[in-house]
C-alpha cells in the first residue's frame, strides 16, 4: 500500500501479442517499467481497479512521458464509474498537456474488449469505495493434429489453415473433418483481484484461472476491523475454492518487511502460492 525500501505499490503489465496492458499505475510505474525493460509506449490499455492514491497516483507522470515519446496509439483507459471525473480532477491539478490521444472509459460488470486471441471482463467487487476486478481470458483455438493428417499425405499444406479456421476440406477427393483433424487447445484465463472485501463472489469471479492475482494486504491476526482488505489466508482460501491453477499474492501492508508469514499463512489454504516481488516476471 505504501512504497516500502523494498517494494514499489501497484501496477502489473501484461504483455500479448501487440497488446500492453497495465493494471493500475501507482507512483513510480514508469520508473518500475524502465527497471523491467518495457517501454512506456508499449502500454496500449490502462485498467484501473480504483482510484485510491496506492493504485493511481502514477497515471498524470505516465501520461506526460507518453507525450513526449511519440506514442502514436490511443490509450485506452477503463475504471469503474466516475473515472471520468476523478482522472480530470487528477490531470487538472497540473500545468501540461497531454499531448497523446487517449479516451476513458467507465464500466461496470461487462466484456469490455475483445479481439481474436483474448477478452477482458470486468466485475465488481466490494471495497470502501468502487472497484472493479479484471480478468484476460483467453479464447479457445484449434490446432491441426498432424498425426492424423498426415495419414491422407497432408502435412504442409495451405488447406490445413482451413480446418484451423473450423471447416472441413477435401483433399485428393477425400474428406478431411474438422472433428476428426483438430484438437481443441484450450485459453487461458488471468484474474486480478486488488482491493476487496472478501465476499463469495470473488469464487466465481477467480473460477478455473491458470493465474490468479491477489491482493493480500494482512495476516489474520492483524485484520482486525479493516474487512476491506483480504488476509493471506482469505486469498489462500479464495485459490482453493476457485479451483485456479497458480496463485500470486500482491498488495502487502508495510508492516511485513519479510514475507515469510504471509506465503506460510496462505500456503495452508493453497499450496501453489508466491508472493510477488518488484519488477517479478513470469510467463503463463
Ligand atoms: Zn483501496
Ligand atoms: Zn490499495
Given at each position: 500500500m505504501l512504497p516500502?525500501?523494498?517494494?514499489?505499490?501497484?501496477?502489473?503489465?501484461?504483455?500479448?501479442?501487440?497488446?500492453?496492458?497495465?493494471?493500475?499505475?501507482?507512483?513510480?510505474?514508469?520508473?518500475?517499467?524502465?527497471?523491467?525493460?518495457?517501454?512506456?509506449?508499449?502500454?496500449?490499455?490502462?485498467?484501473?481497479?480504483?482510484?485510491?492514491?496506492?493504485?493511481?497516483?502514477?497515471?498524470?507522470?505516465?501520461?506526460?512521458?507518453?507525450g513526449t515519446s511519440n506514442y502514436t496509439k490511443k490509450l485506452e483507459i477503463y475504471g469503474p464509474k466516475d473515472s471520468l471525473k476523478y482522472f480530470k480532477n487528477m490531470m487538472s491539478g497540473l500545468v501540461f498537456r497531454a499531448r497523446i490521444n487517449y479516451e476513458v472509459h467507465e464500466i461496470n460488470e461487462e466484456k469490455f474488449f475483445e479481439n481474436n486471441d483474448f477478452y477482458l471482463e470486468s466485475n465488481k467487487v466490494k471495497h470502501s469505495i468502487d472497484c472493479l476486478s479484471y480478468s484476460l481470458i483467453e479464447k479457445d483455438k484449434l490446432k491441426v493434429n498432424v498425426n492424423y493428417t498426415k495419414k491422407f499425405g497432408l502435412t504442409q499444406h495451405p488447406l490445413l489453415g482451413e480446418l484451423q479456421r473450423g471447416k472441413d476440406i477435401v483433399y485428393q477427393g477425400k474428406k478431411i473433418t474438422v472433428k476428426k483433424a483438430t484438437i481443441i487447445k484450450q485459453g487461458k484465463k488471468i484474474c486480478f483481484i486488488l482491493d476487496t472485501y472478501y465476499d463469495k463472489k470473488l469464487i466465481k469471479i477467480a473460477k478455473n484461472s491458470n493465474l490468479l492475482v491477489s491482493e493480500s494486504t494482512w495476516l489474520e491476526k492483524d485484520k482486525l476491523q479493516d474487512k476491506e482488505h483480504l488476509s493471506a489466508k482469505d486469498a489462500g482460501k479464495l485459490a482453493k475454492q476457485a479451483r485456479v491453477k497458480k496463485l500470486i499474492l500482491t498488495h502487502f501492508s508495510q508492516r511485513y518487511r519479510n514475507l515469510n508469514e504471509v506465503l506460510k499463512e496462505c500456503k495452508k489454504e493453497f499450496k501453489d502460492t508466491e508472493c510477488a516481488k518488484d519488477l517479478m516476471s513470469l510467463e503463463i
Amino acid at each position: 500500500m505504501l512504497p516500502t525500501k523494498e517494494r514499489n505499490p501497484n501496477a502489473i503489465f501484461v504483455s500479448y501479442n501487440t497488446e500492453g496492458i497495465l493494471i493500475d499505475c501507482a507512483e513510480g510505474t514508469q520508473r518500475q517499467l524502465r527497471l523491467a525493460g518495457i517501454s512506456p509506449v508499449k502500454v496500449t490499455k490502462l485498467l484501473i481497479t480504483h482510484w485510491h492514491g496506492d493504485h493511481v497516483l502514477g497515471i498524470p507522470g505516465l501520461i506526460q512521458s507518453l507525450g513526449t515519446s511519440n506514442y502514436t496509439k490511443k490509450l485506452e483507459i477503463y475504471g469503474p464509474k466516475d473515472s471520468l471525473k476523478y482522472f480530470k480532477n487528477m490531470m487538472s491539478g497540473l500545468v501540461f498537456r497531454a499531448r497523446i490521444n487517449y479516451e476513458v472509459h467507465e464500466i461496470n460488470e461487462e466484456k469490455f474488449f475483445e479481439n481474436n486471441d483474448f477478452y477482458l471482463e470486468s466485475n465488481k467487487v466490494k471495497h470502501s469505495i468502487d472497484c472493479l476486478s479484471y480478468s484476460l481470458i483467453e479464447k479457445d483455438k484449434l490446432k491441426v493434429n498432424v498425426n492424423y493428417t498426415k495419414k491422407f499425405g497432408l502435412t504442409q499444406h495451405p488447406l490445413l489453415g482451413e480446418l484451423q479456421r473450423g471447416k472441413d476440406i477435401v483433399y485428393q477427393g477425400k474428406k478431411i473433418t474438422v472433428k476428426k483433424a483438430t484438437i481443441i487447445k484450450q485459453g487461458k484465463k488471468i484474474c486480478f483481484i486488488l482491493d476487496t472485501y472478501y465476499d463469495k463472489k470473488l469464487i466465481k469471479i477467480a473460477k478455473n484461472s491458470n493465474l490468479l492475482v491477489s491482493e493480500s494486504t494482512w495476516l489474520e491476526k492483524d485484520k482486525l476491523q479493516d474487512k476491506e482488505h483480504l488476509s493471506a489466508k482469505d486469498a489462500g482460501k479464495l485459490a482453493k475454492q476457485a479451483r485456479v491453477k497458480k496463485l500470486i499474492l500482491t498488495h502487502f501492508s508495510q508492516r511485513y518487511r519479510n514475507l515469510n508469514e504471509v506465503l506460510k499463512e496462505c500456503k495452508k489454504e493453497f499450496k501453489d502460492t508466491e508472493c510477488a516481488k518488484d519488477l517479478m516476471s513470469l510467463e503463463i
